[in-house]
């Protein structure tokens, strides 16, 4: 595996020279096909604001039934930051988010008070007019899809599993699931650091770790593209990493395909201490990282669900056929 994982990671990251066959021999999914061949054939354009909007999305998981976190309040108008202190006064904790935004950018996320201040998932502390001019920035579009005008999110704070507490740094990790016609097909899971200001976003430094779709287990894990083996910050190893709840994990991202219709999503995941695994966002153009931290290609498992006679199964048989098809043969950490 050392081999394809060095490939993997020069491929994607452009960090030497490959050839096209090189490319094909690993499985590589590149962006360009990426946008051809899978979203723009499976995401019609028209269901695309079902998850560009996570306040979309997230009433849309409430009506289906779907476990996501708590709506706390949704900020819409410049003029309603006036009632921005009376929302956040009974709070301890909370995150902030645009409801259009991408990549991670402009999430707010608050863990404490220390007087009239807030403190971050970093530790650092920010002022009750810093949060209001992050909401301000957020509702002018500056994190935006296109930088159009937005709405923040104010929604509960995950209580994350204490199993991950010696895996991220302040944040609360979670789980990307890759789901392709209804069937889970590539999964990892991301790792706050204090790069990552306490996010789980690998842009940001979070570390990324590669999940075996038949049992939630490790594969792999890196920080920026390049393989790690223990977490920057607490220093723990990643071998042992197994996700719990995995096949309700699983279940889940595919029952994502019926909610939305598109064919080729993300789904990102959490798991609370309380409620177990809670949808936290969709993502119609979900990165094509996983595959760094997977240290294999997409392409391949995508190829096996096209070639299948039927598609129209049952969340289980979708769920059972990715873990048998779809299972790790060697793992490296």
Same mark, same amino acid.
């Given at each position: 595996m050392a081999w394809l994982s060095s490939l993997v990671n020069a491929a994607l990251e452009k960090c030497a020279v490959t050839t096209p066959a090189q490319l094909r021999a690993t499985g590589?999914?590149?962006?360009?096909?990426? #946008?051809? #061949?899978? $979203? !723009?054939?499976? #995401?019609?354009?028209?269901? %695309?604001? %079902?998850?560009?909007?996570?306040?979309?999305?997230?009433?849309?998981?409430?009506?289906?039934?779907?476990?996501?976190?708590?709506? $706390?309040?949704?900020?819409?108008?410049? !003029? +309603?930051?006036?009632?921005?202190?009376?929302?956040l006064a009974p709070l301890q904790q909370f995150v902030i988010k645009p409801a259009k935004g991408s990549g991670g950018k402009g999430i707010l996320v608050i863990t404490g008070r220390d007087g009239e201040h807030f403190i971050k998932a970093s530790g650092d502390s920010l002022s009750f007019d810093a949060i209001s001019r992050d909401v301000s920035?957020?509702?002018?579009?500056?994190?935006?899809?296109?930088?159009?005008?937005?709405?923040?999110?104010?929604?509960?704070?995950?209580?994350?599993?204490? $199993?991950? #507490?010696?895996?991220?740094?302040?944040?609360?990790?979670? $789980?990307?699931?890759?789901?392709?016609?209804?069937?889970?097909?590539?999964?990892?899971m991301r790792l706050a650091t204090r790069a990552s200001d306490g996010k789980a976003n690998l842009h940001q430094g979070a570390v990324g770790v590669g999940l075996d779709i038949a049992t939630g287990h490790s594969l792999r894990s890196v920080q920026r593209g390049q393989p790690v083996r223990q977490h920057p910050d607490t220093g723990h190893d990643f071998t042992a990493l197994k996700v719990p709840h995995w096949h309700k994990i699983l279940s889940l991202s595919?029952?994502?395909?019926?909610?939305?219709?598109?064919?080729?999503?993300?789904? +990102?995941?959490?798991?609370?201490?309380?409620l177990g695994p809670l949808i936290l966002e969709l993502n119609a153009r979900p990165g094509l990282a996983i595959q760094i931290a997977n240290g294999q290609g997409i392409e391949p498992r995508l190829k096996t669900i096209e070639a299948l006679r039927q598609h129209d199964l049952p969340i289980a048989?979708?769920?059972?056929?990715?873990?048998?098809?779809?299972?790790?043969?060697? !793992?490296e950490s």
């Open positions: 590589i999914l590149s962006m360009n096909c990426r #946008n051809l #061949n899978y $979203i !723009s054939r499976y #995401n019609p354009r028209h269901l %695309l604001p %079902l998850v560009d909007d996570k306040l979309t999305t997230k009433r849309m998981a409430e009506k289906a039934g779907v476990e996501v976190p708590k709506l $706390i309040a949704v900020i819409e108008y410049q !003029s +309603d930051i006036r009632n921005l202190k009376s929302i920035n957020i509702l002018g579009g500056l994190y935006s899809l296109g930088g159009k005008t937005d709405l923040a999110v104010i929604e509960s704070l995950i209580q994350a599993d204490p $199993i991950f #507490n010696d895996y991220s740094f302040e944040g609360v990790p979670d $789980i990307r699931v890759i789901v392709f016609r209804g069937f889970p097909v590539m999964a990892m595919a029952a994502c395909f019926e909610m939305t219709h598109l064919g080729y999503l993300g789904v +990102d995941l959490v798991l609370d201490r309380n048989e979708r769920v059972a056929f990715s873990q048998k098809h779809f299972e790790a043969l060697t !793992s």
